[in-house]
């Protein structure tokens, strides 16, 4: 009775004391579920222990007696053990997280002695399970675009990084839920890369990695290549397009000749002269662009003028508009008996893009410009 009156006394005292406070300064203290922590009270060898009172909030742990029966909560059977006053816990659960004190009686030299101390424990889930994962929409360019970074554990902080460097908010990209979200407001070919979400808690630290492709093109179609080619040499036009993915198809004058964005052609014949096009092709975009290119095989029966000048008004209508189709070339093409000026107006319409050619006949013994 008289101990217990004892200890609620200094129960009292201990409550104005900050974690890691008297015998007991090392704290807080961290551990993962399932470890075994130990407490360890700072004495000195000269001093005897003769009664140790550990604590957990306001639940009695072990009232240890160096010369009397010892008296252990049941709860804690088989989980503690007690030794020169230090306890083991062992195999905690996020249930341990909380207060611990501890009241020693000591025998010293000069007489009797109480000791006091006060920690906080503070049990964590290991993380387990990280990753970084996409919703449905395209990593197309100008798409809004979210990447959700989840793992278990407990208290989880998160940080990200974009090929090893720190990302932080801008008006582009921004960081929601406490950073699970990396959400970019519009994505930019330049977010192309690898992220890393990296996840860490007290006891724990994971990452989990993402390789973004952002998708864009076709832009910027174009032919390398000679105009005129002497007869029995070997042509090369090269084409070349911004687009992420990219398929290239060859035609010259209406029929696909080839599949990939450079054009071979060995010993070369009059029939080799006409008007190339490469048409780019993005199957994640869904969109197409084309560029011409006119050639002439010297030796062979040359272009004409006329034809020539009609190569010129084309070329001028693909770097207008990027959009003309293959199909009102090729017509005009055919269309042609005098000589034909293809003139582009651009709809204001915008969105539908809709383009309109008009043909006017002009006098056949004009000068064609240069
Ligand atoms: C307890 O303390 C005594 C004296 O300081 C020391 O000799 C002994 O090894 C300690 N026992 C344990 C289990 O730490
Ligand atoms: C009390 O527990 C300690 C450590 O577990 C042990 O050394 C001691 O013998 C026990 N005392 C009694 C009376 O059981
Ligand atoms: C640890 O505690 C958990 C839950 O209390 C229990 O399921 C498990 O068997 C214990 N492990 C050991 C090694 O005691
Ligand atoms: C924590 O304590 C609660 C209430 O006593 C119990 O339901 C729960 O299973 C315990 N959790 C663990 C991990 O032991
Ligand atoms: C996909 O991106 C578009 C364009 O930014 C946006 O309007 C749309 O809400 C997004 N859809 C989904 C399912 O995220
Ligand atoms: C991205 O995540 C934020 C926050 O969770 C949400 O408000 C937004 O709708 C998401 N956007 C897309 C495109 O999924
Ligand atoms: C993850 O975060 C931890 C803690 O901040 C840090 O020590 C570690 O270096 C980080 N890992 C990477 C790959 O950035
Ligand atoms: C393509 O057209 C040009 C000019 O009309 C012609 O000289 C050439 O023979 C044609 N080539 C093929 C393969 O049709
Ligand atoms: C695009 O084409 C490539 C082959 O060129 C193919 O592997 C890929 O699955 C296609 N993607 C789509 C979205 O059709």
Not at 200 to 217: D, L, R
Not at 320 to 337: D, F, K, N, W
Request: glycine share 8%; aromatic share 6%.
């Amino acid at each position: 009775m008289e101990i217990a009156a004892i200890h609620f006394i200094i129960l009292m005292a201990m409550s104005g004391l900050t974690k890691g406070a008297g015998v007991l300064s090392d704290g807080p203290l961290n551990a993962a579920v399932g470890e075994t922590v130990v407490f360890n009270p700072t004495l000195t060898s000269s001093e005897t222990l003769i009664h140790v009172l550990w604590i957990f909030g306001d639940n009695i742990i072990i009232e240890y007696n160096t010369y009397g029966p010892n008296n252990t909560n049941p709860e804690y059977e088989g989980r503690i053990f007690i030794s020169n006053g230090s306890l083991e816990l062992r195999n905690v659960t996020s249930n341990d997280s909380g207060q611990y004190s501890v009241i020693i009686t000591l025998i010293v030299r000069d007489g009797g002695k109480i000791a006091v101390g006060v920690t906080e424990l503070d049990v964590n889930e290991r993380i387990s399970g990280a990753s970084v994962t996409s919703e449905t929409n395209l990593s197309i360019e100008g798409n809004s675009f979210n990447l959700s970074c989840d793992a278990d554990g407990s208290m989880i902080s998160r940080e990200w990084k974009k090929d090893g460097v720190k990302l932080t908010p801008d008006d582009h990209l921004s960081l929601q839920e406490n950073n699970r979200v990396l959400t970019f407001n519009s994505l930019s070919r330049k977010d192309t890369g690898v992220y890393l979400c990296n996840v860490t808690n007290p006891v724990s630290q994971e990452g989990a990695e993402y390789k973004m492709v952002v998708y864009y093109g076709p832009e910027n179609v174009q032919i390398k290549g000679p105009s005129d080619i002497d007869l029995k040499t070997t042509l090369t036009l090269t084409c070349s397009a911004e687009s992420v993915p990219a398929s290239y198809t060859w035609m010259l004058n209406s029929t696909k000749i080839h599949n990939s964005a450079v054009y071979t052609k060995d010993n070369t014949e009059p029939s080799d002269s006409g008007i190339y096009i490469c048409e780019v092709m993005n199957n994640v975009t869904g969109r197409t662009s084309s560029a011409l290119h006119g050639l002439s095989v010297t030796g062979a029966p040359g272009l004409s003028g006329t034809e020539m000048l009609l190569i010129l008004l084309m070329h001028l209508i693909i770097e207008v508009t990027h959009r003309v189709s293959r199909l009102i070339i090729l017509s005009a093409v055919g269309a042609i008996s005098g000589i034909v000026i293809l003139c582009l107006v651009a709809s204001s319409a915008g969105a539908g893009g809709g383009y309109y050619i008009y043909k006017k006949k002009i006098n056949k013994n004009a000068t064609p410009r240069p």
